[in-house]
């Protein structure tokens, strides 16, 4: 097995605004504390992975600073402040050989299966590959080599943009990997693959009965 390489950008938005889609999807779990779970098993899976080297988060959300820092990540202030996109390249300027960009929302994540997708990329040397999403329009991990900048294009449609732009898409199953979670399906969906320990603590929780 070749020595880990990897640096790896995850971002992650303010908990307070992060993740709207999924807000009230477990009853009785702060939102807060749901969108900082599903980073936090991103992370977890990602420092766990034998390909990756370092993690970075950029972040500017105090709470999930401190929290990752405690799993064992850098942190970098989302200084631009100016979106996703924003961060991903203010995160991987501030670092040297492969970086890749995770998204936060991967609480399913397996390190070997990105471990793979990551040491797929050496098939097709000196360009960047990325996974798409499990519907196939969105990205989840977008990896450039040493020397090429990441030029990431997340958002609507980025599955496209990211090909547009001379990305090659990785073609293996790794369904954690493509099990982001946006909405409460995909909750569902991601618990179905199973869920990282700080998601599934959560899941596990039963709403308070309401009195009366
Ligand atoms: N640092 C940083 N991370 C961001 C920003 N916007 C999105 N992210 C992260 O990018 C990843 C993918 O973002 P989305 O899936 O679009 O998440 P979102 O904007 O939190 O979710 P919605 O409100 O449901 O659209 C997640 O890890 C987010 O935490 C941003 O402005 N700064
Ligand atoms: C950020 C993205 O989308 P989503 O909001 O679906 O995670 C993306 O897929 O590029």
Redesign the pocket.
């Known amino acids: 097995m070749s020595e880990p390489s990897w640096t790896v950008v ?4 303010r908990l307070d ?6 807000r009230g999807a477990l009853p009785g779990v702060p939102h807060e504390a749901l969108a900082l779970a599903l ?1 936090l098993d991103t992370v977890r899976a990602v420092l766990a992975c034998d390909a990756v080297a370092a993690l970075l988060v ?3 959300d105090p709470r999930a600073a401190a929290a990752v820092r405690a799993a064992g990540a850098r942190v970098l202030p ?1 200084a631009p ?4 996109n924003a ?1 991903l390249r203010h995160g991987a300027g501030a670092v040297d050989g492969p970086v890749a960009g995770l ?3 991967l609480p399913a994540l397996l390190p070997a299966e990105l471990g793979e997708a990551l040491r797929a990329t050496a098939d097709t040397p000196g360009v960047r590959h990325f996974v798409a999403d499990a519907p196939g329009d969105g990205t989840v991990l977008l990896a450039a080599p040493a020397g090429v900048p990441l030029d990431p294009r ?1 958002g609507a449609g980025s599955a496209a943009a990211h090909a547009a732009s001379g990305a090659l898409p990785l073609a293996g199953g790794w369904p954690s990997l493509r099990r ?1 979670v ?1 909405t409460p399906a995909d909750l569902a969906e991601a618990a179905r693959l199973g869920l990282g320990p700080h998601t599934a603590a959560l899941a596990a929780r039963r709403p308070a009965v309401a009195p009366g």
């Open positions: 995850v971002p992650v938005k605004v992060a993740k709207s889609r999924l980073a950029v972040t500017d989302d402040d100016a979106g996703l961060a998204t936060a929302d997340f982001d946006d």
